[in-house]
């Protein structure tokens, strides 16, 4: 599979935005120093009477336009990477830009999507690629991809220090609302809000609980070669899931014990070892006072789940599921104020523990995206078919989403060794 690049530009907003330097907080610097590949597909357009010209479909001067100005609410992301003067990582709003791809590829959207898989190889080809996340890197990517069979892939690489992913819906619903040429006010009538002061540190920093999570010794694993699945979850699959839980459990933290137990057996880790599950909790509506319902940055922290590999294979699902579920209601504003004031104490370990460094095998990762409107991206063209991570970065690591069509259940993408799928798919499909 090959893909040509037909023209590449430097989006810059469509207005004078603030030049300015922007604070990023311990949550920001806590994940990841990359940018994250994700990719939509939209499958060609039904044949038409020739009144629209094919080349409209997808017209990459209404994208562009489009990004220019929704870079104007969200200058940030034009900006670039930089250091400040102790060290500390900070965006440098320049308005330099966002990188626009455009490319040709010599494949169909069958060819890819039918049965895709995130890997480093769909990410070459469907994402923008920056050799290093660290300054003075661009922020936001963009590739549009026209497919062979007439269809479109739109690969977006956004830094994850700028944002999480509530903050990604809210700049791809401007950017698509524009393109469609409607006013980005009708889905945001408040503009983001940039100002990440208010997850500062207190003054001393006193963390009131233990964070292990964040600690590099629990990322001690070593690099091992994997692979990343998509499993469809039926209604019927999932309702059985759930209803071996307590009543009223959540999609996640159900699905998420099924996949917990499924990875225990696969690997074939011994009863009395302990295994660790990663569990995230978007924060916007548990802090007091609540943080801006158009916060743009990252507003996630982390939790650790800790249980005997013997207790996730014979206690019964649900007494995983009630585990999960208490680790999340647990993140209060005390929980939040005291992770960051551990990541001010242990600042470089935290910053050490979002360097590539990987999972024992005994551990799990599992994110949410269930109830993110990730296929409303219609760009005036329609819904996309499928949205999915470009790439997965290391071996048990997990996305929950939900079907484009709310009625086929959900997905797990699943990123595990090679040698133990086979018996993990038994053990998830119950076989």
Aim: proline share 9%; net charge negative; charged share 20%.
């Amino acid at each position: 599979m090959k893909v040509e690049v037909v023209d590449t530009t430097l989006v810059t907003p469509s207005e004078q935005t603030p030049r300015h330097t922007l604070w990023l907080s311990n949550l920001d610097l806590a994940v990841p120093k990359t940018h994250t590949p994700l990719v939509y597909y939209y499958p060609a357009p039904p044949a038409g009477d020739g009144g629209e010209k094919q080349e409209e479909f997808f017209a990459p001067e209404r994208l562009r336009e489009a990004l220019a100005r929704a870079l104007v609410p969200f200058y940030p992301l034009a900006g670039r990477m930089a250091t400040g003067p102790e060290g500390r990582l900070e965006i440098d709003c320049n308005g330099e830009g966002a990188l626009f791809v455009v490319a040709r590829a010599d494949f169909t959207g069958d060819e890819m999507f039918r049965d895709f898989e995130p890997s480093p190889e769909a990410r070459r080809l469907l994402v923008p690629f920056a050799a290093s996340g660290d300054p003075p890197c661009l922020l936001a990517m963009v590739q549009v991809t026209f497919l062979k069979c007439g269809g479109v892939a739109v690969g977006t690489g956004m830094h994850h220090v700028t944002m999480d992913g509530a903050g990604a819906i809210q700049f791809i619903r401007t950017w698509t609302t524009l393109a469609r040429g409607l006013d980005a006010a009708s889905v945001h009538p408040s503009p983001p809000v940039h100002d990440r002061t208010v997850l500062r540190a207190r003054s001393p920093p006193h963390a009131t609980f233990e964070h292990p999570v964040y600690s590099p010794s629990n990322l001690n694993g070593l690099p091992r070669p994997f692979v990343t699945r998509v499993y469809a979850v039926s209604p019927k699959l999932l309702a059985g899931i759930k209803s071996s839980c307590a009543p009223g459990v959540s999609t996640y933290c159900a699905l998420t014990a099924h996949l917990w137990r499924a990875m225990c057996v696969a690997r074939g880790l011994a009863p009395d070892a302990e295994s660790r599950l990663r569990v995230p909790a978007n924060i916007r509506q548990r802090l007091r006072p609540q943080l801006p319902a158009n916060y743009f940055g990252n507003a996630i922290v982390r939790d650790l789940v800790t249980v005997r590999v013997g207790d996730v294979l014979s206690q019964p699902l649900g007494f995983v599921a009630e585990r999960i579920k208490r680790a999340v209601a647990r993140v209060d504003d005390a929980f939040v104020r005291s992770v960051i004031d551990y990541l001010e104490v242990e600042s470089e370990k935290g910053s050490q523990a979002a360097r590539g460094q990987f999972m024992p095998e005994t551990d799990l990762w599992v994110v949410s995206w269930l109830g993110m409107p990730i296929h409303d991206a219609d760009f005036g063209w329609g819904c996309p078919k499928f949205v999915a991570p470009a790439q997965m970065f290391g071996s048990g690591t997990a996305y929950v989403t939900q079907a484009p069509d709310k009625d086929d259940g959900v997905s797990v993408l699943f990123a595990l060794e090679p040698e133990y799928l086979q018996c993990f798919e038994k053990a998830f499909y119950g076989e």
